[in-house]
């Protein structure tokens, strides 16, 4: 008999007994949840900015442009630490809390794919 209280033997198979909510248990799994909700709300608040700087040029490293035209840049890097924070937030949530939410999966997934594009942009600069 297997010492772990989830799993039981019927009719000669193993079943688990793993239960999965919606709303997380954890503070981790809820903060990577409120994590992620703030990165669409920051990238809207870059992208409706970029008005007030249309006649500011770009700068061309990331720095530049923090000192060129801070209402983009500096919203636009809060939601890409953001959602690497959420990213990295839920990836702790589920592996030591053990908090398999629905929730705290898609935003450790949307997080996952904020990493994602943030490495391409360092790797693969255009």
């Given at each position: 008999m297997p010492e772990n209280k989830n799993i039981y033997l019927l009719n000669n198979q193993?079943?688990?007994n793993m239960s999965i909510n919606f709303?997380?248990?954890?503070?981790?799994?809820?903060?990577s949840i409120g994590l992620?909700?703030?990165?669409?709300?920051?990238?809207?608040?870059?992208?409706?900015?970029?008005?007030?700087?249309?006649?500011i040029p770009a700068?061309?490293?990331?720095?530049?442009?923090?000192?060129?035209?801070?209402?983009v840049a500096i919203p636009m890097l809060a939601g890409f630490i953001s959602g690497i924070a959420a990213f990295f937030c839920?990836?702790?949530?589920?592996?030591?809390?053990?908090?398999?939410?629905?929730?705290?999966?898609?935003?450790?997934?949307?997080?996952?794919?904020?990493?994602?594009f943030t490495l391409a942009e360092i790797l693969f600069p255009h």
């Open positions: 193993y079943y688990c709303a997380p248990r954890s503070d981790l799994s809820k903060y992620i909700v703030i990165v669409p709300i920051l990238i809207y608040i870059s992208i409706s900015s970029v008005s007030f700087y249309e006649s700068g061309k490293t990331i720095p530049q442009d923090i000192v060129a035209r801070p209402g839920g990836i702790i949530g589920i592996t030591r809390k053990k908090d398999y939410s629905i929730l705290v999966v898609l935003s450790t997934m949307m997080g996952f794919f904020v990493l994602l």
